[in-house]
């Protein structure tokens, strides 16, 4: 079992920028992890699938809903999400979550591995 860590969330105004990173687990290989990435959850709503990446190559997939906002990175050891022009509806709880597969993540909003969550308040 492998428990991800966020960090980098805060409350920011309207407009403004945050970045928020997760360590990659050292075990990808054993734990078959292959896509790292993004979701977030906004009270009473369901959970929602931001932005993930294959580990092995450069090809990433990032929702509609923040197209053009938001960029996923990776690191030497750390998966980013680089937010701007945050708009108060992305205030959410945000989550790293690993995988197998980015299907899973990007087709069934799904995921094997996820972390506690870390929290982005965008303030008008």
């Known amino acids: 079992q492998v428990q991800l860590a966020e960090s980098g969330g805060g409350s920011v105004q309207a407009g403004g920028s945050l970045t928020l990173s997760c360590v990659v687990p050292?075990?990808?290989?054993?734990?078959?992890?292959?896509?790292m990435g993004w979701f977030r959850q906004a009270p009473e709503k369901e959970r929602e699938w931001v932005a993930c990446?294959?580990?092995?190559?450069?090809r990433t997939y990032v929702s509609d809903s923040v197209k053009g906002r938001f960029t996923i990175s990776l690191g030497k050891a750390n998966l980013s999400l680089q937010m701007s022009s945050l708009e108060p509806e992305d205030t959410a709880m945000y989550y790293c979550?690993?995988?197998?597969?980015?299907?899973?993540?990007?087709?069934?909003?799904?995921?094997?591995?996820w972390g506690r969550g870390t929290q982005v308040t965008v303030n008008n």
């Open positions: 990446l294959f580990l092995g190559g450069t």
């Open positions: 979550a690993a995988a197998r597969l980015c299907s899973t993540m990007v087709n069934n909003a799904e995921a094997e591995y």
């Open positions: 050292k075990n990808t290989d054993t734990l078959k992890i292959n896509c």
